[in-house]
């Protein structure tokens, strides 16, 4: 069995080092708020859209939404509002 704790911790180790290769600001990374949208994805669409979104929501907060970027707040709300109603 894992320790959540521990989980958590390698996590953003990890996000540390994927952020820094990547030139991107770990504090921006909210692994909440993603692990959320997956779930609402899963469950309300379908499972296999669960990386496309992560990857929508890249794009809009990174600045390929139109009109420039969006805040990752406003971004989420704008892709859940997307999801069909749950069930």
Request: aromatic fraction near 4%.
């Given at each position: 069995?894992?320790?959540p704790e521990?989980?958590?911790?390698r996590?953003?180790?990890?996000v540390?080092?994927?952020s820094?290769a990547l030139?991107?600001?770990?504090s921006?990374?909210?692994?909440?708020?993603i692990?959320h949208?997956?779930?609402?994805?899963?469950r309300?669409?379908?499972?296999p859209?669960v990386p496309?979104s992560?990857?929508?929501l890249?794009l809009?907060v990174?600045g390929?939404?139109?009109?420039?970027?969006?805040?990752?707040?406003?971004?989420l709300?704008r892709l859940?509002s997307?999801?069909p109603?749950p069930?």
């Open positions: 069995m894992s320790d521990h989980d958590e911790q996590w953003a180790e990890w540390e080092t994927a820094a030139g991107v600001n770990p921006a990374v909210d692994i909440a708020a692990h949208l997956s779930k609402e994805v899963a309300r669409l379908e499972r859209l496309v992560a990857f929508l890249g809009a990174g390929a939404a139109e009109g420039g970027p969006l805040a990752r707040g406003e971004a709300r859940r997307t999801l109603a069930e």
